[in-house]
Nanobody, 129 residues
Framework: QVQLVEIGGGLVQAGGSLKLSCLAS????????MGWFRQIPGKEREFVAA????????AYTDSVKDRFTISRDNAWNMVYLHMNSLKLEDTAVYYC??????????????????????WGQGTQVNVSS
């Protein structure tokens, strides 16, 4: 199993950009589908973006399409979330998640938080007006 650490949260003005990174430890990162989720107090954890093992398939929730970009670097065990044109409603704790998959699922993305077995500790993103 991998372990995940998110890096890069902070305070940014509306309309600005922020890049989140997720570092995975362990030797099996390249067999894990990855996802980004976010959560605000009192609400359920929300799907943001997902990327398949081989990066051949990517998925976004509608509210971040054309603004956020998920990518991964299997050589460095990293997943990224580039966030542009940030809005006040993007304020949340952002979590990186990993799901170990069999090779026949290497093109599959996963949108449900219950699909993922490994989570990072989260990083706070605050968007101000």
């Amino acid at each position: 199993q991998v372990q995940l650490v998110e890096i890069g949260g902070g305070l940014v003005q509306a309309g600005g950009s922020l890049k989140l990174s997720c570092l995975a430890s362990g030797h099996t990162f390249s067999s894990h589908a990855m996802g980004w989720f976010r959560q605000i107090p009192g609400k359920e954890r929300e799907f943001v973006a997902a990327i398949s093992v081989n990066a051949g398939t990517i998925a976004y929730t509608d509210s971040v399409k054309d603004r956020f970009t998920i990518s991964r670097d299997n050589a460095w065990n990293m997943v990224y979330l580039h966030m542009n044109s940030l809005k006040l409603e993007d304020t949340a704790v952002y979590y990186c998640a990993a799901k170990d998959v069999n090779s026949y699922l290497y093109y599959t993305t996963f949108r449900s938080s219950s699909d993922y077995g490994v989570w990072g500790q989260g990083t706070q993103v605050n968007v101000s007006s």
